[in-house]
């Protein structure tokens, strides 16, 4: 993949269906009673592999261009796959955390294994809660591939070290099968997908003080027709290309604007980005519009902006996009407090930090984050995306902020969360600023 810069981005697109309410709505539909129907279900990669999970557990599911049916067979209705091979979870960390909760209380053994980056990310995190609850679960070195030996579990208190949404959502999703009451607290507040969805299926879950939520288990969930509101994170990357770039203005339609999701938009807008909402609604519990971003002078109030604390478990999936868009930014922007970046698809801040500076721009590194000092005027230059979906696209729009060509290594890892983001992106730009090779 080649970028030739500079550029600009001009238009209206429509990104794909949220990646993380995707997971959700494929498991949580596969254990409830009965045909729930999807619309705008995501077409990336990590999310057809959660389908074809379900698919070997024994869920019908019915696909067309339009919409999934899933046809649920309850709490305790998946069956073991037909064949010995695991669970295959790709690249696909929530796939193998949700999951591992529900197969945690069926009635037979399981298997669920990944590809070579999701191998290297840690488990404990999930096994440790899943064990107190009952669990017999078998790793190598708390990573997968994860052998998960179901039997009946009981309801537990669990405050989770971390904020993860992928954490809570395992516990929340074992509670529903396990006997009692599950509570489980975070350090701060994560992502709510799961929370939000569960109410919408029926389940008995209940907002506790403190960050927590509560789940009863032994009950029945609801089918429901489900419509999945364009990805956040997905369109982060265009937002940040049409606030950086001259004569540039992108309107992004049917966005999902969950206030757990937006704190990327609060970093724009606190730089001094033009970004607006428009024709907001909600549906299931979720926030959505559109936006609409244009052509902004970008700095930081004070000289310096740093990013840390509470507000990192909100802002992790944009980090590597705020290091590009920190090269356009007129002071210092630093990321700090954001260790659990060492341990995603790839390490993000070492690739971060890599591509910046193979586009001879200056950042420094630190073991939890990074700082940059900008403007800065990047050059065109060799990225290596690492197999990380969210670098090949932080990285193609560096090569939009640079000067000449910038090739992009392994660009297609892209699909794993947006499948058509660099046709989306020539889309956008003059002709020849994006070389699909």
């Known amino acids: 993949m080649a970028i030739n810069g500079p550029s600009h981005v001009n238009g209206e697109l429509s990104v794909p269906g949220d990646k993380s309410i995707s997971h959700r709505v494929a498991l949580i539909a596969a254990v409830a009673e009965g045909a729930s129907r999807i619309e705008g279900f995501s077409s990336s990669a990590d999310c057809q592999t959660t389908l074809e999970c379900v698919v070997r557990l024994g869920i019908r ?96 208190a669990y405050q989770s070290p971390i904020a993860s949404a992928q954490v809570k959502s395992c516990v929340l999703l074992a509670g529903l099968l396990a006997e009692g009451r599950t509570t489980i607290a975070e350090p701060a507040l994560s992502r709510n997908h799961t929370e939000l969805m569960l109410k919408e299926f029926g389940a008995r879950i209940e907002r506790e ?53 937006t704190a990327f938009l609060d970093v724009l807008r606190q730089l001094g980005a033009r970004v607006t909402t428009h024709d907001l609604q909600v549906r299931h519990g979720e926030p959505v519009g559109n936006l609409r971003a244009e052509s902004s002078e970008l700095r930081c109030k004070s000289n310096k902006t740093t990013l840390s604390g509470r507000v990192i478990a909100n802002l992790i999936d944009e980090i590597p996009i705020i290091a590009v868009l920190a090269t356009r930014v007129e002071g210092r922007i630093e ?27 200056e950042i420094e590194e630190f073991e939890d984050g990074f700082a940059i000092n900008g403007p800065q005027q990047l050059k065109g230059g060799l990225v290596e995306s690492a197999g990380d979906h969210r670098i090949a696209m932080a990285f193609a729009i560096a090569g939009l902020f640079a000067e000449g060509t910038t090739e992009i290594r392994n660009a297609d890892c892209a699909s794993v969360s947006f499948p058509d983001f660099f046709e989306a992106l020539a889309s956008l730009t003059g002709p020849g600023a994006v070389e699909i090779l």
Request: contains cysteine.
């Open 209 to 261: 003080p403190a960050n927590a939520w509560s789940v009863e288990g032994g009950g029945r969930l609801n089918p429901i027709n489900y419509q999945v509101p364009g990805d956040i994170s997905s369109a982060a990357f265009v937002i940040s290309a049409a606030a950086a770039l001259p004569n540039s203005r992108v309107v992004l339609s049917g966005v999902g604007l969950n206030p757990t999701r």
């Open 335 to 361: 990321v700090r407090e954001a260790r659990e970046l060492r341990v995603k698809e790839s390490d993000r801040i070492r690739t971060v930090v890599d591509g910046i500076r193979s586009m001879g721009g």
């Open 61 to 156: 599911v019915e696909r067309s261009p339009r919409e999934l049916i899933i046809h649920g067979n309850g709490l305790s209705g998946f069956q073991p796959p037909e064949t010995a091979e695991a669970l295959q979870a790709g690249n696909s960390g929530s796939t193998i955390r949700l999951l591992s909760g529900l197969l945690s209380a069926q009635h037979f053994a399981s298997e669920i294994d990944g590809d070579a980056s999701l191998r290297r990310r840690p488990m404990t995190r999930i096994i440790d809660p899943l064990t107190r609850m009952g669990a017999h679960i078998e790793s190598k070195d708390g990573c997968p591939p994860l052998r998960i030996f179901g039997q009946p579990l009981r309801g537990i």
